[in-house]
């Protein structure tokens, strides 16, 4: 059985953000999965896992990746969702400034074709250059990139703040890019 809990935590990220049906799950319309129903999914994947490591993984997360219902019945996601789920985002007015962190391989088509959500619901932004920074590290040398959002939300562009604080957009137009910060 895998213990590792950072294993635990990546193959959850996996199925509640994109492949449930690797343990035979069903997420509802909003993303959210029964507790039990998981954990036994995971067993069955031979991870060793309970409501309370589970509980410890959600709360310990440094990217706070997930969420409990109330009770704990239920769980899922907070973004990053590569199957449709509706989790109902109210839209936020966002700072003047925001980051996203990418690889310095992909700056080319970034620079054509703007920021796109591509498999994604919606394109990942933060507020701090140091967690674009670490975000762009996990794709190769980083180069951290600077998003006018106000001039966005100004120009009509909806922005979403998800639960764990990543500001979420459908694309961003390379005219909102500056490329040197």
Do not use: C
């Not at 088509?109 to 619901?121: A, D, E, F």
Request: charged content about 30%; aromatic content about 8%.
């Amino acid at each position: 059985m895998i213990t590792d809990k950072i294993k635990i935590s990546k193959f959850l990220s996996l199925v509640l953000r994109h492949k449930p049906e690797t343990i035979d799950l069903e997420l509802d319309e909003n993303g959210w999965v029964n507790t039990d129903f998981l954990i036994q999914g995971m067993h069955k994947a031979n991870y060793s896992i309970d409501i309370e490591i589970l509980k410890e993984i959600v709360k310990s997360s440094d990217k706070q990746r997930f969420k409990f219902n109330d009770d704990f019945s239920k769980i899922r996601a907070n973004q990053g969702h590569s199957i449709n789920v509706d989790l109902k985002w109210e839209k936020k007015l966002p700072p003047k400034i925001l980051f996203h962190g990418t690889a310095t391989r992909n700056i080319d088509s970034i620079k054509k074709h703007g920021l796109l959500k591509q498999n994604r619901h919606h394109v990942h932004l933060s507020s701090d250059t140091e967690t674009a920074k670490k975000v762009g590290m996990r794709y190769g040398k980083p180069i951290v990139l600077k998003i006018d959002a106000g001039k966005m939300n100004t120009d009509g562009i909806e922005f979403y703040l998800s639960e764990n604080g990543v500001w979420l957009t459908e694309n961003v137009d390379v005219k909102y890019i500056k490329f040197e910060i």
